[in-house]
């Protein structure tokens, strides 16, 4: 079974940039597609990004693009969330996720999760 642990997350200014990373353990990741999704007080969690199994597609919410990055090195098991020019409604806990090969922007079709990450981001 692949555990998925989130690290980078912290308080940053409008415009700052942060870089998550989201690092498996347990078993080879390179077969797991995976998604960033992030969750605000009171709100449902919500998709921000996407990367295939091999790395080779992508997929962003609007809110995102243009901002953040996702990317992989499967050679270190970790997959990037790079955040730039972030805004202060970028503030939410960042999750990431992982399934079997299938890339998805639906939060209910991941089955391994991470803890999450608090990104806070001031005015």
């Known amino acids: 079974q692949v555990q998925l642990v989130e690290r980078g997350g912290g308080l940053a200014q409008a415009g700052d940039s942060l870089r998550l990373s989201c690092v498996a353990s347990?078993?080879?990741?390179?077969?797991?597609?995976v998604g960033w999704f992030h969750q605000a007080p009171g709100k449902e969690r919500e998709f921000v990004a996407a990367i295939n199994w091999r790395g080779s597609h992508t997929y962003y919410a609007d809110s995102v693009k243009g901002r953040f990055t996702i990317f992989r090195e499967n050679a270190e098991n970790t997959v990037y969330l790079q955040m730039n020019s972030l805004k202060p409604e970028d503030t939410a806990v960042y999750y990431c996720?992982?399934?079997?090969?299938?890339?998805?922007?639906?939060?209910?079709?991941?089955?391994?999760w991470g803890q999450g990450t608090q990104v806070t981001v001031s005015s």
């Open positions: 347990g078993r080879t990741f390179t077969s797991y597609a």
């Open positions: 996720a992982g399934q079997l090969f299938s890339t998805s922007i639906i939060p209910d079709d991941y089955n391994i």
